[in-house]
């Protein structure tokens, strides 16, 4: 059955109160806006004790501010602020599960109503003449049954892969001791000491976009920095012909090469893998080829740090520019044998990252591909 959501639902719009009344120790939890919204449900960060509209236990919550569409679920009495708006169902005609899938599978959808030149916002008369597919109350159960069990199991597999990452995080302080602190003792040596190379990416007019070339068998890549901080070698789609490659041959990277990102978002690195298109960095992006003294996943943690350290104290650095500069830091060089201990054993918990990671996107294109069913 086709109706307008104001039909099956009662639209509450948010209303700010007094600053005055915002504290961390008496009051409702107050939201108010997406900025407070989590997967599901909102995260507490603020009470207020003088709410002006409030929502009951299982409303759903939708943004109705910059940026519009994103919905949650109150899972308790709660305040909101002017940032969003309550949408109110009878448990007897629309669950309120559904509504928040249903919603949330037509997010681009409600986001493109809104109005507003420099904030888009929507509402109270475009939320009420939205008009949706409503099933019997029977079939909305059943859907969310089937959707829930799905997200769940999605959520699973995101926690495999975190307690992945801790357990990689937990054998490297048992093997090798806090990196800060160095408590072994492990010796140090300068970044163009354990370095091949180091190379920033081209400047100025070395590399502009009237180079490029379209794909084909004879092209060479151009590495950008979403490339290092998205961990994937084959996005991007900027390739040069082998007379530019030549002249740019200093720049090359290959198989084993580790990139990282200099500008912007600093210091995110990437082993480029076997098999990976071969090319140049650009201008955003840094190479080093290591010698072989310290291996690249143990590099790749203690140089992190050192740049890392560098961005929080405000040293470098939101735009790394001297290579010379980051030639003179030390990192830690634990002895080999320990190296390749730790080496295998990241190997294998790589294996189990790969077939949770192959679980988690089946589900997630299953969820997709349920929610086009049940929502298209």
Not at 116 to 133: E, R, W, Y
Not at 201 to 215: I, N
């Amino acid at each position: 059955m086709k109706v307008k959501l104001g039909e099956v639902a009662e639209i509450i719009m948010g209303q700010s109160p007094d600053s005055s009344s915002y504290n961390y120790e008496d009051g409702l939890p107050f939201f108010q806006g997406n900025a407070d919204f989590g997967e599901y449900y909102p995260t507490i960060r603020i009470l207020c004790n003088k709410p002006k509209k409030i929502a009951n236990k299982y409303d759903v919550l939708i943004s109705v501010r910059a940026p519009v569409g994103a919905v949650n679920i109150a899972n308790n009495i709660c305040a909101i602020g002017r940032g969003l708006a309550i949408i109110r169902t009878n448990a007897n005609t629309v669950n309120h599960r559904y509504l928040f899938y249903l919603l949330k599978y037509h997010r681009r959808y409600i986001e493109n109503l809104g109005t507003g030149s420099t904030f888009k916002a929507i509402s109270k008369p475009i939320l009420n003449d939205l008009c949706f597919t409503i099933h019997d109350i029977q079939t909305q159960k059943e859907i969310v049954a089937v959707l829930d069990k799905v997200t769940s199991l999605i959520s699973m597999r995101k926690k495999q892969l975190e307690k992945l990452n801790i357990l990689v995080k937990s054998k490297f302080i048992e093997m090798f001791g806090d990196p800060v602190l160095n408590p072994k003792g492990w010796e140090k040596k300068k970044l163009e000491d354990v370095c091949l190379s180091i190379v920033r990416g081209p400047f100025g007019s070395a590399l502009k976009k009237e180079y490029f070339v379209p794909y084909s068998k004879n092209v060479y890549k151009v590495y950008e920095q979403k490339n290092a901080i998205k961990q994937d070698s084959n996005i991007g789609s900027y390739y040069i012909s082998e007379e530019k490659f030549v002249s740019l041959k200093r720049f090359e990277c290959k198989t084993g090469d580790i990139i990282m990102s200099c500008s912007g978002t600093v210091g995110k690195m990437y082993t480029l893998p076997e098999g990976a298109h071969k090319g140049i960095i650009n201008q955003a992006l840094m190479k080093m080829t290591l010698n072989g003294i310290v291996i690249d996943k143990i590099f790749k943690i203690y140089f992190g740090l050192a740049v890392e350290s560098l961005v929080l104290n405000g040293s470098g650095i939101k735009n790394i520019s001297s290579v010379s500069y980051l030639k003179n830091i030390e990192i830690q060089v634990p002895p080999l044998d320990l190296q390749n201990q730790f080496a295998e054993f990241v190997e294998q918990v790589e294996k189990n990252r790969e077939n949770i990671k192959s679980s988690l996107n089946q589900l997630e294109t299953l969820y997709s591909a349920l929610m086009q069913e049940y929502f298209g």
